[in-house]
């Protein structure tokens, strides 16, 4: 249903960094690149895209969720935010408030955005070592 999203930021350069670092582990990367815009998506087409803070006075902060994979591509998203000094709102844990295999992550970008890593496929769970718990899973 949605097409595409863009948000506006404070330091383009800065949020390009953190965004270059925390969507290339869930298979992201800049597609286009127009004057300060970037567009980040999969290729062929961009679907999330950042540019320079032009309308409106203040912050308001947005929630912006990224599909993962898998559970470790939530893991690799989390330590690449970490690393690029992202302020850690939740580590990688399964949300059943949300469903059974919501399992998620979610760090601050360079605005103060609320930026999450989510993935919704019970797969991996079955091919876990038996006895082997994800961080936050319970028996």
Known sequence: MISHVSIQCSDVHASSAFYDAVLAPIGGRRIIERS??????????PDF?????ETGDG????????AAQDRA????????????????????????????????????DPDGNNVEAVCHDPSDILTR???????????
């Open 36 to 45: 300060e815009a970037i567009g980040y998506g999969v290729p062929p087409r």
């Open 49 to 53: 895209w950042i540019g320079p803070w």
């Open 59 to 66: 912050f308001r902060e947005s929630h912006i969720a990224f």
């Open 73 to 108: 591509a939530v893991r690799a998203f989390f330590d690449a935010a970490k690393a690029a000094g992202a302020e850690v709102l939740h580590e990688p844990r399964v949300w059943p408030e949300y469903h059974a295999t919501y399992y998620g992550a979610f760090v601050r």
């Open 129 to 139: 070592p038996l006895g082997h718990r994800g961080p936050g899973e319970r028996r």
